[in-house]
């Protein structure tokens, strides 16, 4: 096998590693009663998989992989809407944490954090379009709370995991 064979069978083993660790996260995550007292939040654990992206590969990689799981997930799990929310969250937290990573300003915490909160407004707009009403912004403040705790946490996870991962792990 050449170099270009074995680097591309690499890139493409560790694409499907973090599309399969995303996908177990958040069936994971759909098996923890985090929102029993608001419907639809969640701890996030698969941003985890898109920080590491972020950081360890690069910032196409980052988005393709969390695409290419919103869809695997919500075809496996979920349904057409569960896509929509999801495409809507994942791609507004994908930019603005890009845009965060690129000033090189902030930390991973703050860029996880930013990642969080905007997938609960993108996911909040697309509500109040489904359902026709700007009724459900109250909702909004608690899903704020809740990102912002949850990006924390994901943001510190990621900052270990990072840490933990061999050097040889990415290629960018």
């Known amino acids: 096998m050449e170099k ?7 890139k493409t083993a560790i694409r499907a590693l973090l599309v399969a660790l995303a996908m177990i996260l958040s069936y994971i995550e759909s098996q923890v009663p985090v929102g029993f007292m608001v419907p639809g939040m969640k701890i996030g654990l698969t941003n ?3 920080m590491v992206a972020l950081y360890k590969l690069n910032e196409k990689e980052a988005i393709i992989i969390n695409i290419v799981r919103i869809f695997l997930v919500g075809f496996t799990f979920g349904n057409l ?4 929310y999801s495409l809507a969250g994942g791609i507004l937290s994908g930019v603005v944490m890009i845009i965060l990573k690129r000033t090189q300003k902030v930390g991973m915490t703050t ?7 905007s997938h609960n407004v993108a996911q909040i707009i697309v509500a109040m379009i ?4 700007n009724a459900i912004l109250y909702y909004l403040l608690v899903l704020w709370i809740s990102g912002v705790f949850a990006g924390v946490v994901i943001g510190i996870l990621s900052a270990e995991v990072i840490k933990r991962l061999p050097r040889q792990f990415g290629y960018n």
Do not use: C, H, Q
């Not at 809407?81 to 929509?84: A, E, G, N, R």
């Not at 860029?111 to 909160?117: E, F, K, L």
């Not at 489904?130 to 009403?133: A, H, I, K, N």
């Open 4 to 10: 270009n064979e074995s680097t591309s069978a690499r």
């Open 48 to 50: 985890l998989v898109v």
């Open 81 to 84: 809407f569960s896509i929509v």
């Open 111 to 117: 860029v996880s954090v930013a990642g969080g909160v």
């Open 130 to 133: 489904v359902m026709e009403t």
